[in-house]
């Protein structure tokens, strides 16, 4: 059983609600595995504490915190610095307290998701075709630049709001392809990557429909949904004989540079991790 001492390092996640967050458990999970002292805690901060709360994160000791919904494109105008992936995608999601007591804002969503892709579908090349993006909300935006960095020379972006994916294509240039929402099944044609980044199929939301006709088999399938982790789009996408790649690995993967830049240890995504935080539902 693992004491703290007096030298323990703190990390959290801020969110207001928080206590459905899995990041507690994901944490506590390499904590426990490589014997640190320290601890990771849920922190709920109303939206209207959370500058507040940021502040006080030096002079409270702690290394830095995660940032869940709703605080993630509040944080873009509280921190001291930026990465260059949080101000392309509009929001951070990590926060380092800097040794000189400065707040360092990222977000690696976009390094999450890519992570995973590469690890569960080690055939899937920037190449391979265009990129089918469904949604345009902060996870979208965070896809879509890790896509681009990757060398993706078209991204097909597929939103049921027009006005939300025109303001995606402008900020993001001209590989970004607007495609109507009744076009959807159209916008598979030689695509090499399908992303669903939406809710949809997700427990207690819409099912997700779409016709996978025109997709190749050759073509990657990922959606981040991870209730329930097998999806239906993933469902469907498995029984053709696409690669298909769940939502809970980009969670997983996501979690590591924070993990490493709080605690100094780089952190594994392994089975064993994917079922400890399955466990929990």
């Known amino acids: 059983m693992r004491t703290l001492t007096g030298r323990a390092r703190f990390a959290g996640v801020m969110g207001w609600p928080v206590a459905h967050s899995r990041s507690p458990r994901l944490h506590g999970f390499w904590l ?3 014997d640190i002292d320290g601890t990771y805690l849920p ?40 990465s260059d992936e949080a101000k392309r995608i509009g929001a951070v999601n990590t926060v380092v307290v800097a040794s000189d007591g400065r707040l360092e804002g990222s977000n690696t969503d976009g390094y999450g998701f890519l992570a995973h892709l590469k690890a569960s579908a080690p055939q899937w090349r920037a190449k391979n075709g265009p990129a089918v993006v469904l949604g345009a909300g902060g996870a979208a935006r965070a896809i879509a630049v890790a896509l681009l960095d990757a060398g993706v020379e078209e991204l097909r972006l597929v939103n049921r709001t027009a006005a939300r994916a025109e303001e995606m294509a402008t900020a993001f240039g001209k590989r970004i392809k607007r495609v109507a929402w009744q076009d959807r099944a159209l916008a598979l044609k030689d695509a090499g990557l399908l992303v669903n980044s939406t809710t949809l199929g997700m427990s207690g939301q819409p099912a997700l429909e779409i016709a996978l006709d025109h997709l190749p088999r050759s073509a990657a399938v990922y959606d981040i949904v991870y209730v329930p982790l097998k999806t239906p789009l993933l ?25 490493a830049a709080w605690f100094g240890i780089e952190p594994e995504v392994t089975p064993e991790l994917r079922e400890f935080v399955l466990a929990s539902r």
Not at 57 to 78: Q, R
Not at 236 to 259: C, E, I, K, S, Y
């Open 32 to 34: 426990s595995q490589n």
């Open 43 to 82: 922190l709920p901060v109303r939206p209207e504490n959370l500058a507040a709360a940021l502040k006080a994160l030096p002079a409270l000791g702690f290394a830095g915190v995660n940032l869940t919904v709703p605080h993630k494109t509040a944080a873009l105008g509280l921190m001291d610095r930026l």
């Open 235 to 259: 469902a469907a996408a498995r029984l053709r004989g696409n690669t298909t790649v769940d939502g809970l690995g980009m969670l997983l993967h996501q979690a590591r540079p924070g993990f």
